[in-house]
DNA sequence: CAGTGGTCTAGACCACGGA
DNA sequence: CCGTGGTCTAGACCACTGG
């Protein structure tokens, strides 16, 4: 019945408090021996839990100062790079949200039942000033109880922390599987290139920390003058 | 002076031998006690090293069994799925196989001064028999000696292990950088399809372990029936 | 069953950051 | 200086694997 290690339950605590924002992102949280004494485990339990959370990018340490709550960066999980290896903000307009019936790739990407209803946005994101990628994100419409009545103005640059605060569903991974395609005449407009331009294409499955996938992207970007890169750099 | 934690020179110890062939892929190598008496430390420590060269990919383990050489998967670092998600074998020809001096894009790449000379392959991969992918690999030939003289046909289908064996060159780490590119003339004939057709491009410098530039790949692929992916699936 | 890795504890000392 | 996380130890019990 309860196989469950005790690392994993503490884990699943801190990360219910890092969703209600218990704590401040940048914030230190307590020390291990403070949440050693709280939880009733040593501290090298506590060490365990934190670790996994660090290496999930929920948290970051530093030695002799403490353990904080991740700056969610302004990148967030934003990979694209200038060739120069130089990181720059992205900026992003939302074209549209609507509420639909899910289709059929819908469904199979956030594993979905025939009926069920999603979200979609489609946001064209900035880089330096230029157009140079198109994405949609569909969302499970239950899981976002109302956002489907929000004006595209009202949601913010940063996603994933909206989801966090306003619905309590922290995402903690996520699937990439990536293709060249050829620019369609949609996006070609938008991107103010011409048509069957290579660009790359970034299909994304977001996942709650039980594996329940969450978001689903589509982008789709130039690289012109830049490059992908997950790995840590 | 040496601040260098136990467990690095454990695992600097471990990769050494890795590199040396001391234990065949797939051998256990001895438990953790055991080994924690050889390098007289804990079990603890014996521990940490392990765990980090697991999640190198060096090792496996299984409770129960033991901590096994990892069996460099006939996939490699082969980073191509089929679009429903299976894995193929892939299967490659060399070419050419030849040495010259490297010029400035090599030298940035592979951190080397001016003069230094590399040597080049250029291979040709086929998925379920289709070439799929085109890649040029370029090493420092210093590292290498005696390389540039081999026939093309004597390369292996999986270069890291030959690194390994034959130049006790262990690579454990590499970065990559991807783009969307438009195939060229020459890349159009080999991979029988259109000039201009959208390629995914991986450029990708791999590391020794301690962050020595080794290889430097560039490969152009077709991802018209399959995707990239280097997430743990 | 014996032996393995997986978890957990309690304690020690060190290196670093900030007041 | 104190408190933090980083390393390291020694030992305990559990869960899984194999013969």
């Known amino acids: 019945m309860k196989k469950r290690p005790l690392y994993e339950k503490v884990k699943e605590t801190l990360l219910g408090r890092l969703a209600k924002d218990f704590w401040r992102p940048g914030e230190l949280l307590p020390s291990e021996l403070k949440l050693a004494e709280e939880f009733r485990v040593s501290q090298g339990t506590i060490r365990r839990a934190l670790d996994d959370l660090v290496s999930q990018n929920m948290l970051t340490r530093h030695q002799g100062r403490g353990t904080a709550v991740a700056e969610h960066t302004p990148f ?15 900026e992003s307009k939302t074209l549209r949200l609507s509420g639909a019936r899910a289709n059929r790739s819908e469904r199979d990407a956030l594993e979905l039942a025939a009926g069920n209803r999603v979200i979609r946005i489609l ?19 239950k899981l ?23 619905f309590g569903i922290p995402i903690v991974g996520k699937r990439e599987r990536l ?20 660009l790359m294409e970034i299909e994304c499955v977001a996942f709650s ?25």
């Open 76 to 90: 967030g999980f934003f990979h694209l790079f200038r060739d120069d290896g130089v990181r720059e903000l992205p």
């Open 123 to 141: 946001r064209i994101r900035y880089l330096n000033l230029e157009p140079k990628m198109l994405e949609t994100l569909t969302l499970p419409q």
């Open 144 to 166: 976002f109880p109302g956002l489907e009545k929000i004006s595209a103005r009202d949601l913010p640059n940063t996603v994933y922390r909206f989801y966090e605060q306003q």
């Open 179 to 198: 293709r060249a395609v050829a620019a369609t005449p949609t996006e070609a407009l938008h991107l103010n290139i011409e048509v069957d331009t290579p």
């Open 209 to 233: 920390h039980k594996r329940q996938p969450i978001e689903w992207r589509l982008s789709r970007c130039l690289t012109d003058e830049h490059y992908y890169c997950n790995s840590p750099e």
